[in-house]
Nanobody, 123 residues
Framework: VQLQASGGGLVQTGGSLRLSCTASGGRFSDFNMGWFRQAPGKEHEFVAA???????KYSDSVKGRFTISRDNDKDTVYLQLDSLKLEDTAVYFC??????????????????WGQGTLVTVSS
């Protein structure tokens, strides 16, 4: 199973982007999916997650601005980024928990990662 993330780019503050993460192989509908990000010089940070049964969790820093969703027919999870701020600049990674225990905010509970997509917010 592989994850392919896309949709990053350069956007001004207040703007929007939609990130996509598509899985190839495996039973995507059974996966718990999450997004993390890493800003320059900082640790990875949890952003949002959606379980196989569509329970959703957001970090406090993005709640109300970002929206996670999934389309099982397309084996894809999305992250809609609205009202972007300078501090949202980071490489965004999607992850999949394919089996066993899962804690949405803990990177170690994810088994697969996409390659990352860069989001740059400018003033």
């Amino acid at each position: 199973v592989q994850l392919q993330a896309s949709g990053g780019g350069l956007v001004q503050t207040g703007g929007s982007l939609r990130l996509s993460c598509t899985a190839s192989g495996g039973r995507f509908s059974d996966f718990n999916m999450g997004w993390f990000r890493q800003a320059p010089g900082k640790e990875h940070e949890f952003v949002a997650a959606i379980s196989f049964d569509r329970l959703i969790k957001y970090s406090d820093s993005v709640k109300g601005r970002f929206t996670i969703s999934r389309d099982n027919d397309k084996d894809t999870v999305y992250l809609q980024l609205d009202s972007l701020k300078l501090e949202d600049t980071a490489v965004y990674f999607c992850g999949a928990n394919t089996r066993g225990s899962w804690a949405a905010q803990i990177r170690g509970t994810y088994h697969l990662w996409g390659q990352g997509t860069l989001v740059t917010v400018s003033s």
